[in-house]
Protein backbone atom coordinates (compact mmCIF):
# COMPACT_ATOMS: atom_id res chain seq x y z
CA UNK A 1 0.00 0.00 0.00
CA UNK A 2 2.94 2.84 0.60
CA UNK A 3 5.21 1.09 -2.23
CA UNK A 4 5.10 1.67 -5.60
CA UNK A 5 4.54 -1.47 -7.09
CA UNK A 6 8.02 -2.11 -9.60
CA UNK A 7 7.21 -4.08 -12.98
CA UNK A 8 10.03 -6.65 -13.69
CA UNK A 9 10.64 -6.81 -17.01
CA UNK A 10 10.93 -10.70 -17.31
CA UNK A 11 12.61 -12.73 -19.06
CA UNK A 12 15.17 -10.06 -19.52
CA UNK A 13 15.54 -9.54 -16.02
CA UNK A 14 15.89 -12.36 -13.68
CA UNK A 15 13.72 -12.31 -10.43
CA UNK A 16 15.29 -12.49 -6.68
CA UNK A 17 13.18 -15.62 -5.47
CA UNK A 18 13.40 -16.13 -1.88
CA UNK A 19 15.84 -18.85 -0.59
CA UNK A 20 12.74 -21.13 0.67
CA UNK A 21 11.17 -20.82 -3.41
CA UNK A 22 9.11 -24.35 -3.96
CA UNK A 23 10.35 -24.20 -8.42
CA UNK A 24 10.98 -27.94 -8.99
CA UNK A 25 12.59 -31.31 -7.16
CA UNK A 26 16.37 -32.00 -7.73
CA UNK A 27 17.37 -35.90 -7.33
CA UNK A 28 20.57 -36.38 -5.53
CA UNK A 29 20.88 -39.71 -6.74
CA UNK A 30 23.85 -41.18 -4.68
CA UNK A 31 21.69 -41.23 -1.90
CA UNK A 32 18.67 -42.65 -3.09
CA UNK A 33 18.54 -46.42 -2.00
CA UNK A 34 14.99 -46.79 -3.61
CA UNK A 35 13.19 -47.47 -0.03
CA UNK A 36 10.12 -46.48 -2.33
CA UNK A 37 8.89 -44.13 1.06
CA UNK A 38 8.57 -40.83 -1.57
CA UNK A 39 6.56 -42.64 -3.65
CA UNK A 40 3.91 -44.27 -1.14
CA UNK A 41 3.21 -41.09 1.00
CA UNK A 42 2.74 -38.93 -2.03
CA UNK A 43 -1.03 -37.62 -2.21
CA UNK A 44 -0.87 -37.73 -5.96
CA UNK A 45 1.43 -40.29 -6.90
CA UNK A 46 3.30 -38.30 -9.19
CA UNK A 47 6.86 -40.17 -8.69
CA UNK A 48 7.45 -43.13 -10.79
CA UNK A 49 10.42 -45.33 -9.45
CA UNK A 50 12.14 -48.64 -11.18
CA UNK A 51 14.83 -50.50 -9.93
CA UNK A 52 16.07 -54.36 -9.99
CA UNK A 53 18.01 -56.52 -7.20
CA UNK A 54 21.82 -57.34 -7.59
CA UNK A 55 23.92 -59.44 -5.90
CA UNK A 56 26.69 -58.04 -3.59
CA UNK A 57 29.81 -60.34 -3.09
CA UNK A 58 30.44 -61.09 0.49
CA UNK A 59 32.70 -58.47 2.05
CA UNK A 60 35.05 -61.12 4.02
CA UNK A 61 35.80 -64.98 2.81
CA UNK A 62 33.24 -66.92 4.08
CA UNK A 63 30.22 -64.64 4.67
CA UNK A 64 27.14 -64.89 2.84
CA UNK A 65 26.27 -62.79 0.12
CA UNK A 66 24.07 -59.73 -0.15
CA UNK A 67 21.34 -58.04 -2.35
CA UNK A 68 20.99 -54.52 -3.13
CA UNK A 69 18.78 -52.27 -4.51
CA UNK A 70 19.80 -50.68 -7.65
CA UNK A 71 17.99 -47.69 -9.33
CA UNK A 72 16.18 -47.40 -13.05
CA UNK A 73 14.26 -44.97 -13.43
CA UNK A 74 13.33 -41.49 -10.82
CA UNK A 75 10.47 -39.71 -12.63
CA UNK A 76 7.98 -36.70 -11.35
CA UNK A 77 5.11 -35.87 -13.10
CA UNK A 78 5.02 -31.91 -12.64
CA UNK A 79 1.46 -31.53 -14.46
CA UNK A 80 0.31 -33.81 -11.37
CA UNK A 81 3.03 -32.04 -8.74
CA UNK A 82 1.29 -30.36 -5.97
CA UNK A 83 3.91 -29.19 -4.57
CA UNK A 84 3.43 -29.99 -0.78
CA UNK A 85 7.48 -31.20 -0.25
CA UNK A 86 5.92 -34.39 1.68
CA UNK A 87 7.96 -36.74 -0.68
CA UNK A 88 11.39 -34.26 0.79
CA UNK A 89 10.38 -34.02 4.24
CA UNK A 90 9.58 -38.35 4.08
CA UNK A 91 12.93 -38.96 2.49
CA UNK A 92 14.94 -40.25 5.30
CA UNK A 93 18.34 -40.30 3.07
CA UNK A 94 18.41 -36.45 1.98
CA UNK A 95 17.95 -37.54 -1.58
CA UNK A 96 15.38 -35.05 -2.64
CA UNK A 97 15.67 -31.22 -2.59
CA UNK A 98 14.14 -28.43 -3.58
CA UNK A 99 15.63 -26.22 -6.70
CA UNK A 100 14.33 -22.45 -7.43
CA UNK A 101 14.36 -23.32 -11.11
CA UNK A 102 10.79 -22.47 -11.73
CA UNK A 103 11.50 -22.02 -16.01
CA UNK A 104 10.41 -25.93 -17.16
CA UNK A 105 7.64 -25.11 -19.47
CA UNK A 106 6.07 -27.00 -21.98
CA UNK A 107 3.89 -26.95 -25.03
CA UNK A 108 2.88 -30.33 -24.35
CA UNK A 109 1.53 -31.95 -21.14
CA UNK A 110 2.73 -35.49 -21.38
CA UNK A 111 6.63 -33.81 -21.42
CA UNK A 112 6.13 -32.73 -17.92
CA UNK A 113 7.34 -35.94 -16.57
CA UNK A 114 11.10 -35.21 -16.00
CA UNK A 115 13.30 -38.16 -15.67
CA UNK A 116 16.18 -38.52 -13.04
CA UNK A 117 18.85 -37.10 -15.72
CA UNK A 118 16.74 -33.89 -15.66
CA UNK A 119 16.03 -34.25 -12.03
CA UNK A 120 20.10 -34.68 -11.54
CA UNK A 121 20.60 -31.03 -13.35
CA UNK A 122 18.51 -29.42 -10.98
CA UNK A 123 20.57 -30.37 -8.27
CA UNK A 124 23.10 -27.67 -9.24
CA UNK A 125 21.10 -25.33 -8.91
CA UNK A 126 19.78 -26.36 -5.23
CA UNK A 127 20.79 -23.29 -2.68
CA UNK A 128 23.00 -24.03 0.30
CA UNK A 129 20.82 -24.14 3.45
CA UNK A 130 21.10 -21.31 6.19
CA UNK A 131 23.77 -21.08 8.75
CA UNK A 132 22.45 -22.83 11.77
CA UNK A 133 21.52 -20.04 14.84
CA UNK A 134 24.21 -19.85 17.40
CA UNK A 135 21.74 -20.14 20.33
CA UNK A 136 20.21 -23.37 18.43
CA UNK A 137 20.37 -26.92 19.53
CA UNK A 138 22.83 -29.29 18.41
CA UNK A 139 21.59 -31.79 16.26
CA UNK A 140 20.37 -35.41 17.25
CA UNK A 141 22.92 -36.92 14.89
CA UNK A 142 25.45 -34.89 15.58
CA UNK A 143 25.48 -35.27 19.39
CA UNK A 144 24.74 -39.08 19.07
CA UNK A 145 27.95 -39.06 16.34
CA UNK A 146 30.02 -36.85 19.14
CA UNK A 147 29.13 -39.02 21.85
CA UNK A 148 30.20 -42.13 19.85
CA UNK A 149 33.74 -40.34 18.57
CA UNK A 150 34.09 -39.33 22.12
CA UNK A 151 33.37 -42.94 23.18
CA UNK A 152 35.70 -44.64 20.93
CA UNK A 153 38.43 -42.09 21.46
CA UNK A 154 38.29 -42.87 25.35
CA UNK A 155 38.40 -46.19 24.90
CA UNK A 156 41.24 -46.43 22.31
CA UNK A 157 43.07 -44.34 25.55
CA UNK A 158 42.24 -46.73 27.84
CA UNK A 159 43.25 -49.22 25.99
CA UNK A 160 46.82 -47.74 25.30
CA UNK A 161 47.60 -46.81 28.99
CA UNK A 162 46.74 -50.10 30.05
CA UNK A 163 49.27 -51.87 27.44
CA UNK A 164 51.64 -49.24 28.71
CA UNK A 165 50.98 -50.60 32.24
CA UNK A 166 51.11 -54.00 31.27
CA UNK A 167 54.20 -53.70 29.18
CA UNK A 168 57.29 -52.81 31.74
CA UNK A 169 55.81 -55.69 34.91
CA UNK A 170 56.03 -58.09 31.49
CA UNK A 171 59.30 -56.93 31.02
CA UNK A 172 60.53 -57.38 34.30
CA UNK A 173 59.16 -61.44 34.59
CA UNK A 174 60.69 -62.28 31.95
CA UNK A 175 64.10 -60.88 32.51
CA UNK A 176 66.47 -63.77 34.19
CA UNK A 177 67.50 -63.45 37.64
CA UNK A 178 71.14 -62.54 37.54
CA UNK A 179 73.91 -61.22 39.74
CA UNK A 180 76.04 -58.78 39.05
CA UNK A 181 79.73 -60.72 38.14
CA UNK A 182 83.49 -58.99 38.62
CA UNK A 183 85.02 -58.88 35.08
CA UNK A 184 88.04 -60.90 34.39
CA UNK A 185 90.12 -58.34 33.08
CA UNK A 186 89.68 -56.17 36.53
CA UNK A 187 92.66 -55.92 38.20
CA UNK A 188 92.75 -57.12 42.10
CA UNK A 189 92.41 -54.77 44.11
CA UNK A 190 95.68 -54.28 46.73
CA UNK A 191 95.48 -54.08 50.30
CA UNK A 192 96.73 -50.33 51.88
CA UNK A 193 100.04 -50.11 52.72
CA UNK A 194 101.53 -52.40 50.29
CA UNK A 195 103.30 -50.86 47.32
CA UNK A 196 103.16 -52.42 44.19
CA UNK A 197 106.39 -53.56 42.73
CA UNK A 198 107.58 -52.26 39.13
CA UNK A 199 109.58 -54.46 36.60
CA UNK A 200 113.02 -53.60 37.25
CA UNK A 201 113.03 -53.08 40.82
CA UNK A 202 113.14 -55.18 43.85
CA UNK A 203 111.12 -54.90 47.09
CA UNK A 204 113.29 -52.17 48.57
CA UNK A 205 112.55 -49.57 45.46
CA UNK A 206 116.29 -49.96 44.20
CA UNK A 207 117.32 -50.99 40.74
CA UNK A 208 118.37 -55.00 40.62
Not at 69 to 75: E, G, I, P
Request: with cysteine; glycine share 4%; aromatic share 6%.
Amino acid sequence: MTRRSVTEHYPDAQPELPPRSRGVIGLFEENCTVCMLCARECPDWCIYIDSHKETVPPAAPGGRERSRNVLDRFAIDFALCMYCGICIEVCPFDALFWSPEFEYAETDIRELTHERDKLREWMWTVPEPPPLDEAAEEAKELAAARKAADKAAQAAGTDMLAAHREQPAQETAEAPDRKPTQSSDRKPTQAPGQDSQRPGQDSRGGAE
